[in-house]
C-alpha cells in the first residue's frame, strides 16, 4: 500500500495545505517550504523597513518583500533566469509563497507572479547604494541568527571567516566584465567571506574580470571583521590563501586582536630561509610519503615587524625533489602547534567546496544589457526611466555579485 502523507499547514498563510495528491496542481510545492524557513528567519521583515523604492505607490504591483521572495525562489527552485518567472506566472505555489497577501487573494488577483522586466527593474532597485548597505548587512544579520539558533540563543565565542575569490562567467559586454587569463573566459571577480562553521556567505563585492586576487582584499577583510565582531561573535579568525597577505592586511588583523592562519608566496627570501630543510633524512625511502613541519621566523620586508612561519616540506610520490610551502600566524606555538596549523588551514578546502556548491546552484549568469522602463502596467509611463550601469555604484563602495541587472 502507498504511503498516505496528512497535510501539512503553512504559518504565514493559514488557508493554505500542502498534500499530496494524484493529480498535481504544481511541481514546485517545494517553494511554500521555503517561504516558511524565510518567515521563521524573520530576515525579509528585518529588512524591508530599511530598504528605499523609489517607484510611484500608484504603479506598485508587486512590493519589495513580494520581490525578494520571488528572486530567492525562482533561484532556490532551480529558475535560473528571471524569463521563467514568465512561464511559472499562474503556478500556485509560487504565487502563494512569493505574496504579501494572505488567504486566497494572491490567487483571486488577476496578475501572477512579477515579470521579467519587473524581476530586472527590482534588481536596478537593489542596486542602489542605500539599498546594497540593507543586502550586506542582511546576510551578515541572516548568518548571526543562524548561530544563534544553533546555540539555543546564545552568541557564538569564535568563528573562522574564509575569505576567497569567485569567478563568475559574463555573457555579453557588461560593464567591467574583462579577460581574465588565470580563469580563461571573460569574468566578474567578486570577492567573497563566509563562516568556516557553517558555510554561511556573509559578504559580496563585486569587482572587475582582470583583477589581481588581493586587489582591494585589505579594505573589504577589515571591514567584514569589524561587522563579524560588532554582530555576529566575540572573535573572528581570518583564514587566507597566498593571495592575499599583505603588511596592511596583517597589521589591520593584529591590531583588532584577529587571529589569522595565511598561506605565503614563495620568494627567493623564504627559499633561503628553508634551504636547510629541504634534504631527505639518509636512509631509504619509506612506500608512503612523508611530511616535516618546522616553525620559523620571517620579517619580509615590507612588513613592521617578525612573524611566525610554519614550513610545510612534503615528498611527492615519484619526484626526487622535495616540496614546500608556508604559513604565517599570528597564533604562538602555545596556542596552536604546527600541525594544528597545518591542519586549521587545510580546512579552507570545506570552505571552497561551499563556494562551489553556491555557484553550482544559483549558476549567477549576468546579463548583457541594461534597459530603461519603457511601460507600467501596459502604458506608457509620463517619462521613461534611463538605462542603468549596475556595475558603476559597485565601484564605489562594493556589494554583493548578485546585485547585478539579470535576465
Not at 494524484?22 to 530598504?51: F, H, K, Y
Not at 614546500?324 to 602547534?337: I, N
Request: aromatic share 4%; net charge neutral.
Amino acid at each position: 500500500m502507498g504511503e498516505t502523507l496528512q497535510p501539512v499547514a503553512a504559518g504565514f498563510n493559514r488557508s493554505l495545505r500542502v498534500e499530496s495528491r494524484a493529480e498535481r496542481l504544481t511541481s514546485d510545492a517545494g517553494a511554500v517550504v521555503l517561504r516558511e524557513i524565510m518567515e521563521r528567519s524573520g530576515i525579509v521583515e528585518w529588512m524591508n523597513p530599511q530598504l528605499t523604492d523609489p517607484r510611484r505607490r500608484e504603479d506598485v504591483v508587486h512590493d519589495l518583500p513580494s520581490l525578494i521572495r520571488t528572486s530567492v525562489l525562482l533561484a532556490a527552485q532551480g529558475w535560473r533566469d528571471h524569463d521563467d518567472a514568465d512561464a511559472l506566472r499562474d503556478d500556485p505555489a509560487f504565487r502563494l509563497a512569493a505574496s504579501s497577501a494572505s488567504g486566497r487573494t494572491p490567487l483571486d488577483r488577476p496578475h501572477g507572479l512579477a515579470s521579467q522586466p519587473t524581476l530586472s527593474r527590482f534588481t536596478a532597485i537593489m542596486a542602489e547604494p542605500s539599498n546594497r548597505s540593507v543586502l550586506r548587512k542582511a546576510a551578515l544579520e541572516l548568518g548571526a541568527r543562524a548561530a544563534r539558533a544553533e546555540r539555543g540563543g546564545k552568541r557564538p565565542r569564535r568563528l573562522t571567516l574564509d575569505v576567497d575569490s569567485l569567478p563568475i562567467d559574463v555573457h555579453g559586454h557588461q560593464p567591467k566584465a574583462e579577460w581574465n587569463g588565470h580563469y580563461r573566459g571573460r569574468i566578474y571577480h567578486p570577492l567573497v567571506t563566509s563562516v568556516a562553521e557553517t558555510g554561511d556567505m556573509l559578504d559580496a563585492r563585486l569587482r572587475p574580470g582582470a583583477v589581481g586576487t588581493a586587489d582591494g582584499a585589505t579594505e573589504v577583510i577589515l571591514d567584514v571583521v569589524d561587522q563579524a565582531q560588532a554582530s555576529l561573535c566575540d572573535v573572528a579568525m581570518v583564514r587566507i590563501d597566498a593571495g592575499f597577505p599583505s603588511a596592511g592586511l596583517l597589521a589591520g588583523l593584529e591590531e583588532r586582536g584577529i587571529d589569522y592562519v595565511a598561506r605565503l608566496r614563495a620568494n627567493p627570501a623564504l627559499d633561503r630561509l628553508a634551504a636547510p630543510y629541504m634534504k631527505r633524512p639518509p636512509g631509504r625511502r619509506p612506500a608512503e610519503p612523508r611530511m616535516w613541519l618546522h616553525s620559523l621566523t620571517y620579517q619580509a620586508e615590507s612588513w613592521e615587524r617578525a612573524r611566525r612561519i610554519v614550513l610545510v616540506v612534503k615528498e611527492r610520490e615519484d619526484d626526487l625533489l622535495l616540496d614546500r610551502f608556508f604559513l604565517v600566524t599570528s597564533l604562538d606555538h602555545g596556542q596552536m602547534s604546527r600541525q594544528e596549523v597545518l591542519d586549521h588551514y587545510r580546512e579552507r578546502g570545506t570552505a571552497e567546496g561551499h563556494m562551489g556548491e553556491l555557484k553550482d546552484v544559483l549558476a549567477p549568469a549576468l546579463s548583457s544589457t541594461n534597459r530603461p522602463k519603457s511601460h507600467w502596467r501596459g502604458r506608457r509611463p509620463p517619462s521613461a526611466s534611463e538605462a542603468v550601469d549596475a556595475f558603476a555604484p559597485h565601484t564605489r563602495s562594493g556589494c554583493s555579485s548578485s546585485s547585478s541587472p539579470t535576465s
